[in-house]
């Protein structure tokens, strides 16, 4: 790097540390202890020799890192305050210094977290200025990606698991964006955060077993590093309903510190026991679910609202649910059809039938099925509640915009965001509205 003053670069490299800490291990007291330094770091990074467009850069990626702690915190309005420093920096580096790359990795990820803010926040982004393009992102981040590879750049891994991120949740593309990825971790060093994200792709882009492998492969000194991994470990493990999965579960809620998962963790754990007959541990599991952990994210929420109804569960359908999610197709359609006499015979298992059945058929690429079972799925939901209902519109937009069914794609993204479902609205209109700009 051609900077005059390298000292002050340390200054973000502490950044990246508290970032990493407060983000993973979601410490609220370290973070009431912390939050003082974004100023002070600010105001040395000011007051250094450096080159204005160093400055500029510096001062944004410490803005957009706590943006990202702030959120994570419940901390909104600090949030999107440090958003709007961190783009008016990067955009006024892009106007000023157009050949200072490192601009446009920011501006990449920035313009691409922009891009799908939920509805619930659009407010505050038109309020502060805020927004952003997929194609916008995908250009710079690649401005970027070339610059950094033909120099084997300390930021080039960040740069290209945002790419594989924004190829995955945002394009829809998430094989390619395990295939990208994976051609590129054979470079990098084994280490908690690259095997989270390398993992986290694979499920994605329905690789479960590799998802598996991929996080065994980290010695487990190192996976204990980061606690989410045993999380996202029990959910490859129960998604092919090994019996093992309650001990990388068990493990993640008495590891883990913060808050996020650990009611999803504790429904995991209710649905396994259910799945082998053991009502007492079903019970026990679900009312952790209730009193342990906090319902911020969406898989928290369901976790927790679903506990909270106790509603009848149908082990089948649970079984072909976690088989589909682990893209078992055709074990989790056997499960359903053998059991589909005594699910249909009741009424408020209909559903959730022909939704599962709906979204086995898709991961068979019969498209002609898939759309009979999940227009049955509309039709039993008169209410417009369920989010089963709801993410069958999203799955049917998914599968129009694959045959380049533009009008019928944008149809059912735009239903989508007509509903108000009683659990994963936020991510459901997320995609949706993904789904609508790709199609832009």
Not at 132 to 151: N, R, Y
Not at 244 to 269: C, P, R
């Amino acid at each position: 790097m051609c900077i005059r003053d390298r000292n002050k670069v340390k200054i973000l490299l502490e950044n990246y540390n508290d970032f990493f800490r407060l983000f993973i291990h979601e410490n609220k007291v370290f973070y009431s202890k912390t939050k003082h330094l974004k100023a002070e770091r600010i105001a040395k990074i000011q007051s250094s020799s450096l080159e204005d467009e160093w400055k500029n850069f510096l001062q944004a990626e410490i803005h957009l890192q706590w943006a990202l702690v702030h959120l994570k915190m419940e901390d909104n309005f600090a949030a999107f305050q440090s958003t709007r420093q961190a783009l008016e920096l990067l955009e006024s580096n892009k106007v000023n210094y157009p050949n200072f790359k490192y601009t446009y990795k920011s501006l990449g990820i920035l313009h691409a977290i922009l891009s799908t803010i939920p509805e619930s926040f659009t407010w505050a982004t038109k309020l502060m200025g805020l927004s952003g393009t997929i194609k916008e992102a995908k250009l710079e981040l690649d401005v970027f990606l070339q610059f950094a590879e033909s120099e084997d750049h300390m930021m080039l891994d960040e740069a290209i698991a945002a790419k594989a991120f924004m190829l995955a949740y945002l394009e829809n593309k998430s094989v390619e964006a395990y295939q990208y990825l994976s051609k590129r971790m054979v470079e990098v060093d084994p280490n908690p955060l690259m095997t989270f994200i390398h993992a986290r792709i694979a499920m994605r882009a329905g690789y479960n077993d590799a998802t598996i492998n991929v996080i065994q492969s980290l010695p487990i000194d190192s996976r204990k590093k980061l606690p989410f991994l045993e999380y996202l470990l029990g959910i490859a493990k129960l998604q092919k309903l090994d019996d093992g999965a309650d001990s990388y579960f068990l493990n993640y809620v008495s590891t883990f510190h913060g808050s996020s998962y650990i009611k999803e963790a504790y429904q995991k754990l209710a649905w396994n026991a259910l799945i082998k007959g053991n009502v007492i541990k079903f019970e026990k599991y679900r009312a952790l679910c209730i009193t342990k952990g906090s319902a911020v994210t969406d898989e928290d929420k369901q976790a927790q609202a679903e506990a909270n109804r106790g509603v009848a569960m149908h082990p089948a359908l649970i079984q072909a649910r976690l088989l589909s999610d682990g893209n078992y197709a055709i074990l989790a359609e056997k499960k359903l059809i053998a059991q589909e006499s005594s699910i249909l015979s009741d009424p408020k298992f209909r559903l959730e039938y022909f939704y599962r059945l709906a979204r086995i058929y898709q991961l068979q690429k019969n498209k002609k099925k898939a759309l009979e079972n999940f227009e049955r799925s509309i039709r039993e939901d008169p209410t417009m509640k369920s989010f089963m209902s709801c993410n069958a519109l999203l799955q049917m937009g998914i599968m129009f915009e694959e045959v380049q069914d533009i009008a019928q794609a944008r149809k059912f993204y735009k239903l989508v965001l007509d509903r108000s479902p009683d659990q994963y609205a936020r991510s459901l209109h997320q995609k949706a509205k993904a789904g609508l700009l790709r199609l832009k």
